[in-house]
């Protein structure tokens, strides 16, 4: 499996746009939430698209069997603000584009994050805003992977995203352990999944925000 590291490129590309089409982005507000919730766990908003968040260790794509997928950061457009409930007013967003056309090919999104004392079972949910192109409808694999614990590594299928933003709260208790196994001893990850066999049509868009996880 081909993994490439998020560069140093995108959040040039993001100055860029922000020059050339004139978005005012809002300034920084706390990184845990927008109210002091201590509640609420926020591993990355994507701001400053080179180090995604304070928890966050590494980043970037993976490509396996011939599928092509490409990471892009772009500052949100004024019809993309943030919606309730909300971590932060939404600076920046994370495009993915992927390519599965070939038999058994795969690709998506890793975000590899550390966070000292970490323990799932204080936790209820995994969260993060999510839609399609517009004009689309996507489907995606969700995998967590937390090393050294008895979660290891588990799935959910979001089989119905639609081109408009939504927040995706995932119980924890819903995430599957997959049918290969489950073991992990590499760094925890938050990774999307596209798949030849399971995705609506072979190349489409995603777009990503806010990955945090709550208590209830």
Request: proline share 3%.
């Given at each position: 499996?081909?993994?490439?590291?998020?560069?140093?490129?995108?959040?040039?590309?993001?100055?860029?746009?922000?020059?050339?089409?004139?978005?005012?982005i809002p300034a920084a507000q706390g990184q845990e939430t927008s109210n002091g919730d201590s509640d609420t766990l926020l591993l990355t908003d994507f701001t400053e698209c080179e180090l995604p968040g304070p928890y966050v260790d590494n980043w970037g794509r993976f490509e396996v069997e011939g599928a092509t997928c490409s990471l892009m950061c772009l500052p949100a457009t004024?019809?993309?603000?943030?919606?309730?409930?909300?971590?932060?007013?939404?600076?920046?967003?994370?495009?993915?584009?992927?390519?599965?056309?070939?038999?058994?090919?795969?690709?998506?999104?890793?975000?590899?994050?550390?966070?000292?004392?970490?323990?799932?079972?204080?936790?209820?949910?995994?969260?993060?805003?999510?839609?399609?192109?517009?004009?689309?409808?996507?489907?995606?694999?969700?995998?967590?992977?937390?090393?050294?614990?008895?979660?290891?590594?588990?799935?959910?299928?979001?089989?119905?995203?639609?081109?408009?933003?939504?927040?995706?709260?995932?119980?924890?208790?819903?995430?599957?352990?997959?049918?290969?196994?489950?073991?992990?001893?590499?760094?925890?990850?938050?990774?999307?999944?596209?798949?030849?066999?399971?995705?609506?049509?072979?190349?489409?868009?995603?777009?990503?925000?806010?990955?945090?996880?709550?208590?209830?």
């Open positions: 499996m081909k993994r490439i590291r998020g560069s140093h490129a995108v959040r040039w590309l993001v100055i860029a746009l922000v020059i050339q089409i004139g978005i005012l004024l019809t993309e603000s943030c919606q309730t409930p909300c971590i932060a007013a939404r600076r920046e967003i994370l495009k993915v584009e992927y390519n599965v056309k070939h038999e058994g090919s795969y690709c998506g999104l890793y975000v590899q994050w550390h966070v000292d004392g970490f323990d799932w079972e204080q936790w209820d949910a995994l969260n993060f805003y999510i839609r399609c192109e517009q004009g689309s409808m996507c489907r995606a694999k969700i995998e967590l992977k937390i090393r050294n614990s008895e979660w290891k590594w588990r799935i959910h299928y979001l089989d119905e995203i639609s081109d408009a933003w939504q927040l995706v709260s995932i119980p924890l208790g819903d995430f599957k352990y997959p049918w290969f196994g489950a073991s992990w001893h590499r760094p925890n990850e938050f990774v999307i999944t596209f798949e030849h066999d399971k995705v609506p049509t072979n190349k489409g868009t995603l777009y990503v925000d806010d990955i945090f996880f709550r208590r209830w």
